[in-house]
Antibody, heavy 119, light 111 residues
Framework: QLQLQESGPGLVKPSETLSLTCTVS??????????WGWIRQPPGKGLEWIGT???????FYNPSLKSRVTISVDTSKNQFSLNLSSVTAADTAVYYC???????????WGKGTTVTASS | QSVLTQPPSVSGAPGQRVTISCTGS?????????VHWYRQLPGTAPKLLIY???KRPSGVPDRFSASKSGTSASLAISELQGEDEAYYYCQSYDTGLSGSVFGEGTKVTVL
């Protein structure tokens, strides 16, 4: 069974870069030919799509974050990562990594990691 | 930033049926893109409940059903149980975002 696990600092200073890694484990046949991405949820609010890296390698980002976001995949390590630069308090959220099926649904999620942007 | 509109809350007694609406536009649901639904229990990650408008992943009981029409979709929960208390989110693809868009979420309360 495929599992995803987020890791990274829980506290980031304003203006610095938030960096998270998602490690994929389990059924190896469930890793290839899929897309991977990140979704976040500010405290008490709904879900916001951050971006997706497609199997082709092409990334697509939420336009509201595009200038600050980079998502990359390291297949040799079974990991993909999120970098979000110039963070502010508005970036405080639970960050989830997940598997994205085509341009459709997200079928496997990590447990989420809380990131607080504060000095 | 949500462009999919859901009611903030719905409630029902145990055993009853409740429905949650999800209203989009011509750039997402109305453009023919599939609608998917997730359930989120407090403090946990969202879990896929319905995909491709009306398909249930393995393990999801048939008490959960969904449909899509025009620029809207709906999720129905029949035989409401206490364990159904959660937030429910709809999701689709939006051409303006070139990516996923989520609804604002609906809290289901079992009276």
């Amino acid at each position: 069974q495929l599992q995803l696990q987020e890791s990274g600092p829980g506290l980031v200073k304003p203006s610095e870069t938030l960096s998270l890694t998602c490690t994929v484990s389990g059924d190896s046949s469930s890793r290839s030919s899929f897309n991977w991405g990140w979704i976040r949820q500010p405290p008490g609010k709904g879900l916001e799509w951050i971006g997706t890296v497609y199997d082709s390698g092409s990334p697509f980002y939420n336009p509201s974050l595009k200038s600050r976001v980079t998502i990359s995949v390291d297949t040799s390590k079974n990991q993909f990562s999120l970098n979000l630069s110039s963070v502010t308090a508005a970036d405080t959220a639970v960050y989830y990594c997940a598997r994205h099926v085509g341009t459709g649904h997200w079928d496997v999620w990590g447990k989420g990691t809380t990131v607080t942007a504060s000095s | 930033q949500s462009v999919l509109t859901q009611p903030p809350s719905v409630s029902g007694a145990p055993g009853q049926r409740v429905t949650i609406s999800c209203t989009g536009s011509s750039s997402n649901i109305g453009a023919g893109y599939d609608v998917h639904w997730y359930r989120q229990l407090p403090g946990t990650a969202p879990k896929l409940l319905i995909y491709a408008n009306n398909k249930r992943p393995s393990g999801v009981p048939d008490r959960f059903s969904a449909s899509k029409s025009g620029t809207s979709a709906s999720l129905a929960i029949s035989e409401l149980q206490g364990e159904d208390e959660a937030y429910y989110y709809c999701q689709s693809y939006d051409t303006g975002l070139s990516g996923s868009v989520f609804g604002e979420g609906t809290k289901v309360t079992v009276l």
